[in-house]
């Protein structure tokens, strides 16, 4: 699976391999996944400290897109993965056959 990360700041190696590490657990919730994509973006909303982490999980059929909000840009990262392995299992549940 490849992970592509975008950043209008810059994130610490430590950050990117956390991230990309993260990220390869997935493939034991759905292993069609192809690439994720994370884009981090500061002073979204009212807020201007806020950071808004988006993940992008590209799997045959519908991508799944999450995303969300936090000061701390590594705290919005794990909320929006929660969020996305979530969904994936709840995506993989639709498709099992009766």
Request: hydrophobic share 30%; aromatic share 8%.
């Amino acid at each position: 699976m490849k992970v592509l990360i975008e950043s209008q700041f810059v994130l610490k190696d430590t950050q990117k391999q956390h991230i990309e590490n993260t990220m390869q657990t997935l493939t034991a919730y759905e292993d069609r996944i192809t690439q994720t994509e994370i884009y981090f973006k500061a002073g979204d909303g009212n807020n201007a400290n806020e950071v808004s982490c988006t993940i992008r999980v590209h799997i045959p059929g519908n991508d799944v897109v999450i995303s969300d909000s936090d000061e701390d840009r590594m705290k919005a990262f794990n909320d929006a993965f929660q969020r996305s392995k979530r969904q994936l299992i709840k995506e993989k549940k639709a498709r099992r056959p009766y």
